[in-house]
């Protein structure tokens, strides 16, 4: 289903006195008075379980709906499968939108409810933190979003650029019928996409590595065990022995792209000095490998037949999906009955470094928060990715500390969520006035 509610805009700017013109100074002001409904909104989602799977995000998509209709903003309903509800709203001049920003509301499963301090979706503020399931993955970022829409939306009445929001269901479970769906069959192509991530405040994520997940198969022939290795084939042993050298791909170093060498060096060292594993340096040089599932065989006292494997890789910036598949189409030319059986990937992205939304995010931090915000990449994998395929400038920076999320006690600060608001605030302002 595919809804449009509209909610007396109109009505709703005469009430509010919107300023016909603003400047950047008068927004931040304005968002720095919206600070404690800031805290409040990011509580109350996290109080709201939206746990996928399985999914249902009825409850909280109706919160976001609610949220909306209480600041007069026309949205959209788009709910292709019952209870996986996107809610997209928009604002400003146009057809289309030329910055959007995404996220996702949807959050894992919290486990043991007594592993937590104050119980998964509390949302409880104390000591300066706000806890709960999604509060830095991304709910926290979620509200920063909503507060910003809200924002330009009370005080800005002559937007020259149509600006959208659009609050995701399936972020966790692959983005098929939220973020992709928005893309792929409502054709939301935007120009600059702006996604609150948890990033830390401090980074600018621009880019991230390719995805490729495959399973491979091996076939073997049975023989009593009591007669290996000499009769039969193990499918087991030969596929150890195919995986040993795709392992082995992760020795080849990639020269980046220029304009991205300098920010995956950084990259890879921030992370090795994290982790303390000088081996991590070149994480965004190389590829990663992870053999994730793997069975095989029918019975302890048979030669295994068959054998399956479910991989995941992770390609840097500089190398294609399709080279990384040559790679393995020659090792596995060396081994009979060796076979890809199921596949899909995507390309590493980024945005270039130069493009005015990231010179916005880094310029807004310095001015209105007095951080120093550094150019980053991400290794795992994010929405920007989908956009950045359609042509779209992404990028995520977002409140919140990638270390703890899908974790027990998962926490976000509040002043790091006050500083985000008060970024996003003037470098979309910057966007959309310059």
Same mark, same amino acid.
């Given at each position: 289903?595919?809804?449009?509610?509209?909610?007396?805009?109109?009505?709703?700017?005469?009430?509010?006195?919107?300023?016909?013109?603003?400047?950047?100074?008068?927004?931040?002001?304005?968002?720095?008075?919206?600070?404690?409904?800031?805290?409040?909104?990011?509580?109350?989602?996290?109080?709201?379980?939206?746990?996928?799977?399985?999914?249902?995000?009825?409850?909280?998509?109706?919160?976001?709906?609610?949220?909306?209709?209480?600041?007069?903003?026309?949205?959209?309903?788009?709910?292709?499968?019952?209870?996986?509800?996107?809610?997209?709203?928009?604002?400003?001049?146009?057809?289309?939108?030329?910055?959007?920003?995404?996220?996702?509301?949807?959050?894992?499963?919290?486990?043991?409810?007594?592993?937590?301090?104050?119980?998964?979706?509390?949302?409880?503020?104390?000591?300066?933190?706000?806890?709960?399931?999604?509060?830095?993955?991304?709910?926290?970022?979620?509200?920063?979003?909503?507060?910003?829409?809200?924002?330009?939306?009370?005080?800005?009445?002559?937007?020259?650029?149509?600006?959208?929001?659009?609050?995701?269901?399936?972020?966790?479970?692959?983005?098929?019928?939220?973020?992709?769906?928005?893309?792929?069959?409502?054709?939301?192509?935007?120009?600059? !996409?702006?996604?609150?991530?948890?990033?830390?405040?401090?980074?600018?994520?621009?880019?991230?590595?390719?995805?490729?997940?495959?399973?491979?198969?091996?076939?073997?022939?049975?023989?009593?065990?009591?007669?290996?290795?000499? !009769?039969?084939?193990?499918?087991?042993?030969?596929?150890?022995?195919?995986?040993?050298?795709?392992?082995?791909?992760?020795?080849?170093?990639?020269?980046?792209?220029?304009?991205?060498?300098?920010?995956?060096?950084?990259?890879?060292?921030?992370?090795?000095?994290?982790?303390?594993?000088?081996?991590?340096?070149?994480?965004?040089?190389?590829?990663?490998?992870?053999?994730?599932?793997?069975?095989?065989?029918?019975?302890?006292?048979?030669?295994?037949?068959?054998?399956?494997?479910?991989?995941?890789?992770?390609?840097?910036?500089?190398?294609?999906?399709?080279?990384?598949?040559?790679?393995?189409?020659?090792?596995?030319?060396?081994?009979?009955?060796?076979?890809?059986?199921?596949?899909?990937?995507?390309?590493?992205?980024?945005?270039?470094?130069?493009?005015?939304?990231?010179?916005?995010?880094?310029?807004?931090?310095?001015?209105?928060?007095?951080?120093?915000?550094?150019?980053?990449?991400?290794?795992?994998?994010?929405?920007?990715?989908?956009?950045?395929?359609?042509?779209?400038?992404?990028?995520?920076?977002?409140?919140?500390?990638?270390?703890?999320?899908?974790?027990?006690?998962?926490?976000?600060?509040?002043?790091?969520?006050?500083?985000?608001?008060?970024?996003?605030?003037?470098?979309?302002?910057?966007?959309?006035?310059?």
């Amino acid at each position: 289903m595919r809804g449009s509610r509209s909610c007396g805009a109109q009505i709703f700017k005469s009430f509010l006195g919107v300023l016909r013109v603003v400047d950047r100074g008068f927004l931040v002001r304005k968002a720095r008075d919206e600070f404690d409904e800031l805290v409040k909104l990011a509580s109350d989602l996290v109080k709201i379980p939206s746990v996928n799977p399985p999914g249902d995000m009825s409850d909280v998509a109706g919160y976001v709906m609610d949220f909306f209709n209480s600041i007069g903003i026309n949205y959209e309903v788009i709910e292709p499968k019952k209870g996986v509800i996107t809610v997209y709203a928009f604002i400003g001049d146009g057809a289309v939108d030329f910055l959007h920003m995404n996220g996702h509301v949807d959050v894992v499963p919290p486990g043991d409810p007594g592993k937590w301090r104050y119980g998964p979706f509390s949302g409880v503020v104390r000591d300066g933190f706000l806890y709960g399931r999604g509060a830095s993955d991304m709910k926290g970022g979620v509200a920063v979003i909503l507060k910003v829409i809200e924002i330009l939306a009370r005080y800005w009445e002559n937007i020259p650029y149509r600006v959208g929001v659009s609050v995701v269901p399936d972020e966790e479970t692959g983005s098929d019928l939220g973020t992709k769906y928005l893309i792929n069959e409502l054709g939301v192509h935007p120009k600059y !996409v702006l996604i609150p991530e948890p990033s830390t405040i401090y980074r600018v994520e621009i880019g991230e590595k390719g995805i490729y997940h495959y399973n491979l198969r091996a076939e073997g022939y049975p023989a009593h065990a009591s007669l290996s290795p000499h !009769v039969g084939e193990n499918a087991i042993m030969k596929l150890f022995k195919v995986i040993d050298e795709i392992y082995k791909l992760t020795d080849i170093v990639v020269e980046p792209p220029s304009d991205l060498a300098e920010i995956v060096d950084l990259s890879g060292e921030a992370v090795a000095n994290k982790f303390g594993r000088e081996s991590l340096r070149n994480l965004y040089k190389t590829l990663s490998c992870n053999v994730g599932v793997i069975k095989g065989g029918d019975k302890v006292n048979v030669v295994a037949p068959w054998a399956e494997a479910e991989m995941d890789m992770r390609i840097p910036p500089g190398m294609t999906l399709s080279q990384l598949k040559s790679l393995l189409s020659d090792i596995l030319s060396k081994y009979a009955g060796v076979e890809i059986t199921s596949e899909k990937g995507i390309d590493p992205s980024y945005t270039t470094p130069s493009s005015k939304l990231v010179h916005s995010i880094i310029s807004s931090g310095k001015e209105v928060a007095g951080i120093d915000i550094k150019h980053h990449l991400v290794a795992g994998a994010t929405d920007a990715r989908h956009f950045r395929k359609v042509g779209s400038e992404a990028i995520i920076y977002g409140p919140g500390d990638p270390s703890n999320i899908h974790s027990y006690n998962e926490n976000i600060s509040v002043e790091d969520l006050k500083s985000s608001l008060l970024v996003y605030v003037d470098a979309v302002y910057n966007v959309l006035a310059h």
